[in-house]
């Protein structure tokens, strides 16, 4: 029986680097393409791993459906509905809609984790990473 080794790498490498996305107003953004830019080392992999992060407390990373902006929109207007603003928060010095967007980003996280394949990410046909800005 003839074996492959398709798949498989012998040694390991690791590459690290922060990017910074550009500030963005209340809402869902893609960002996918912004992000690759800023990682042009990720087409040196052809298999591996892309962590990313988020380093703030009220904004999220999310994985979604890349080509509808209406599903942007809608993604906006369930959260507002599931978390809204206008309860009796305790936390809230920094205005109204802070501590809703504390929660929010719980419940959304604040890293992916997308495999790498011949150099780029294994997204889905209509999966684009979004920034969630809360």
């Known amino acids: 029986m003839a074996s492959s080794n398709r798949g498989i790498q012998i040694g390991s490498a690791w590459y690290q680097t922060k990017i ?12 996918t393409e912004e992000i690759l830019r800023q990682i042009p080392e990720l087409y040196q992999f052809s298999v591996g791993l892309c962590h990313i992060q988020i380093l703030h407390t009220s904004a999220s990373l999310a994985l979604n459906e890349s080509w509808d902006p209406d599903v942007r929109d809608d993604m906006e207007m369930m959260l507002n509905k599931i978390i809204p ?3 009796e928060y305790r936390h ?5 809609d802070d501590m809703p967007a ?5 419940f959304l996280g604040s890293s992916l984790s997308i495999p790498i394949t ?7 046909t209509w999966q684009g990473i979004q920034h969630v800005a809360l």
């Open 20 to 31: 910074n996305l550009r500030p963005q107003h209340r809402g869902v953004h893609l960002v």
């Open 92 to 96: 809230n010095c920094e205005g109204p």
């Open 118 to 124: 011949d150099g780029k990410l294994a997204l889905g």
């Open 102 to 106: 504390h929660v929010k980003a719980c």
């Open 85 to 87: 603003e206008g309860l």
